[in-house]
């Protein structure tokens, strides 16, 4: 029996050792970042020589992220796309792996990113359709204003008004006219102006006799062209909540005498909304 105990001892004592022998794993390792986030290689190429069919790459090894082309986002290391305007742009690679260092943890400020620049001077590659269609043939830039001549309702003048909300199929559905019955927006004589003049712009005009604009921002397209985005400021009659709740409308019409857009739901919550435009010439 005493020597069942001395060897039971002698093992414990043993084990004991070698745990006091060895350091902490949490002071021997020391998690950190697989890679310097100022390493990051990003380039971006033309076909031609200021040509607007660009081409951007992420070249680090390890990181995972996206391109922010202006155009819409891509979850690649290279995507390339034909650009709708000119100018000197810079597009921006963020990554999602994040920099961890010490006992620095996770969170959206550990995610670096980093831009290129590269200088668009021709269109030499053509654009969708739709581009021509609501910029001009030229796309020198093409003014929308409210058609007053739109009939609605059997006969009512309609170029403004509250719509049934719930789909795109509802942008006729009529409960009040407001354009065309007691209280037109204050710029209902005024414009939107489209073009791409170092980006994809609009331009608010109060009056479309106005010289200068009163709000400039950037538009776009999505789902396949038809919706387009129009910030709050530079959209045409939004007075009272009366814009699209997301800033974005469906394309009801695009042609080259008319623009319809509908949202589903206005800022102000409670219905749908319809505009209708016209070109100024």
Request: with cysteine; charged share 20%.
């Amino acid at each position: 029996m005493k020597k069942k105990y001395f060897l039971t001892a002698l093992a414990i004592g043993s084990f004991a050792a070698a745990m006091t022998s060895c350091d902490p794993i949490e002071d021997r390792d020391t998690l950190s970042n697989s890679f310097d986030p100022n390493n990051i290689e990003v380039v971006a190429t033309a076909d031609v020589d200021g040509g607007n069919k660009i081409t951007l790459e992420m070249k680090t090894p390890g990181v995972i992220g996206y391109w922010d082309y202006k155009l819409g986002q891509a979850f690649t290391d290279k995507v390339t796309f034909v650009c709708p305007f000119t100018g000197n742009l810079e597009f921006t690679f963020y990554s999602t792996t994040p920099v961890v260092n010490g006992d620095n943890k996770f969170s959206s400020d550990n995610l670096p990113s980093k831009s290129v620049s590269i200088n668009v001077t021709q269109l030499n590659n053509r654009l969708e359709p739709e581009f021509y269609t609501l910029i001009g043939d030229d796309l020198a830039g093409k003014v929308w204003t409210f058609d007053h001549s739109y009939l609605i309702n059997g006969g009512e003048e309609g170029f403004w008004y509250m719509a049934n909300n719930g789909g795109k199929e509802k942008w006729n559905d009529c409960w009040w006219n407001a354009g065309g019955t007691c209280c037109p927006p204050p710029d209902q004589y005024g414009a939107l102006k489209f073009d791409l003049d170092g980006g994809m712009k609009v331009y608010h005009y109060a009056e479309v006799e106005d010289a200068n604009p009163d709000a400039t921002a950037n538009f776009s397209f999505s789902d396949k062209n038809t919706k387009i985005a129009i910030p709050f400021e530079a959209m045409i009659g939004t007075n009272e909540g009366r814009s699209s709740a997301n800033d974005v409308y469906d394309i009801i019409e695009l042609s080259d005498n008319r623009l319809i857009l509908y949202c589903q739901e206005t800022k102000a919550g409670d219905s749908g909304w319809t505009w209708v435009m016209k070109p100024l010439n």
